[in-house]
């Protein structure tokens, strides 16, 4: 089951090890301070990526992560149109109501971890899914091409 972000850590069921590792490798990066709130940004990042992807990248990604952030990817039905990256972080920022900066943040950190666990040739055949813009967010250089 899926616990509601805005529970107190304490007061939810306890996660799986891999599940705790991905918060935690998030709050490190993020700086964040709590777990708290590295899974707020867990959860909004998540939540946004599975209305992007579809197909057998979404299928593989769900398997590499763990079993409480597939739930989270999976749970959602994605967009006929998948967004550009800053459409995304748009996106994120006007569903929770934070700025464009700290969502601009929150995604990088959350898909730096999203990257870890599933390692560069799954990340590449996702990024060649997305629009323009997401190779960024994902921490890595969009070459466009020689005009």
Same mark, same amino acid.
């Given at each position: 089951m899926i616990s509601d972000a #805005? @529970?107190?850590?304490? *007061?939810q069921q306890p996660y799986s090890t891999a599940y705790e590792q991905m918060l935690e490798k998030v709050r490190y990066e993020g700086a964040y301070p709590t777990l708290e709130r590295a899974e707020e940004a867990v959860r909004l990042v998540l939540a946004g990526l599975g209305r992007q992807l579809t197909g057998d990248e979404r299928v593989a990604l769900a398997r590499c992560l763990p079993l409480e952030a597939a739930r @989270?990817? %999976? /749970?959602? =039905?994605?967009d006929s149109q998948p967004l550009t990256g800053w459409a995304f972080v748009k996106d994120l920022a006007a569903r929770s109501g934070a700025s464009l900066a700290t %969502? #601009?943040?929150d995604t990088g950190s959350v898909l730096a971890a999203i990257t870890a *666990? /599933?390692?560069p040739d799954l990340i590449t055949r =996702?990024? *060649?899914q997305l629009p323009h813009g997401w190779a960024l967010l994902f921490g890595q250089a969009e070459l466009a091409p020689a005009a």
């Open positions: #805005r @529970v107190p850590l304490e *007061h @989270v990817l %999976t /749970a959602q =039905i994605p %969502t #601009r943040w *666990h /599933a390692g =996702i990024l *060649h």
